[in-house]
């Protein structure tokens, strides 16, 4: 799916499955991109939490670490209300200016 362009792929599947593919390929690098968001400004965030009664080891690396101290959940708060949207608004931007003109494939 990553090889081949949209003009060979419409000719190989169809428009239906085309579009659906080249959604699923802008859906995964969006996805990716909040991955990497997360991974870098929440996560950090979430383990310098000092809340003691974690049931599992993994509830370190979650917003319940962080529930008991005010500035840390507004700060993580804030920082995903402006970076998810930012992120897939990116996305969305990128695959309108890729497709907005496109008509079909090239003969």
Not at 80 to 94: D, H, I, K, N, R
């Amino acid at each position: 799916m990553w090889k081949l362009d949209d003009d060979r792929l419409l000719k190989l599947v169809g428009m239906d499955y085309t579009m659906y593919l080249i959604f699923l390929r802008h859906s995964s690098l969006l996805f990716f991109g909040l991955t990497v968001f997360a991974s870098i400004f929440l996560v950090p965030i979430y383990g310098s939490g000092t809340y003691n009664q974690l049931n599992h080891s993994m509830d370190q690396f979650t917003i319940k670490n962080i529930k008991d101290q005010q500035n840390k959940l507004v700060f993580a708060y804030f920082v995903a209300l402006l970076g998810v949207p930012l992120t897939a608004a990116s996305v969305l931007y990128q695959y309108s200016k890729l497709y907005a003109s496109w008509d079909g494939p090239q003969e």
